[in-house]
């Protein structure tokens, strides 16, 4: 059998390498950094250097406020009201809520699609 041949030298590197090197002390500085952040920040950046900012999000902001006629509403003794559509003569689909006791004593709150079928 023949002898394995031995791996080719690795070449040699001709010119050193031009790219900065990495520093993670560099990247709390306010040039370096970068800011992803896709809408503007509600809170201020920190003002002293190793401080920390923790702030919360807007509880307001996904709140759609006061809606005019709301304040006559009255809810119905019978729950909320039946959300169903007849899509043929003999098909009838409908969402509704409904609640089922674990084994374990929760009760599992659920919304369920339901389809109808008269024959």
């Known amino acids: ?34 800011d992803f952040s896709a809408v503007q920040r509600r809170c201020a950046p920190a003002s002293r250097p190793g401080e920390i900012v923790v702030c919360a999000p807007d509880p307001e902001a996904e709140r759609l406020g006061t809606i005019p006629g709301a304040q006559d509403f009255e809810p119905s003794r019978n729950g909320p009201p039946r959300a169903a ?6 098909i009838e689909a409908d969402v509704h809520v409904d609640s089922y006791g674990l084994p374990n004593g929760m009760v599992s709150n659920r919304v369920m699609v339901g389809v109808k079928v008269a024959f």
């Open 85 to 90: 559509i007849k899509l043929t003569e003999n």
């Open 1 to 34: 059998m023949p002898l394995a041949e031995p791996a080719p030298a690795p070449p040699i590197l001709s010119q050193e390498s031009t790219a900065q090197s990495f520093d993670l002390a560099d990247l709390g500085t306010e040039e370096n950094t970068i």
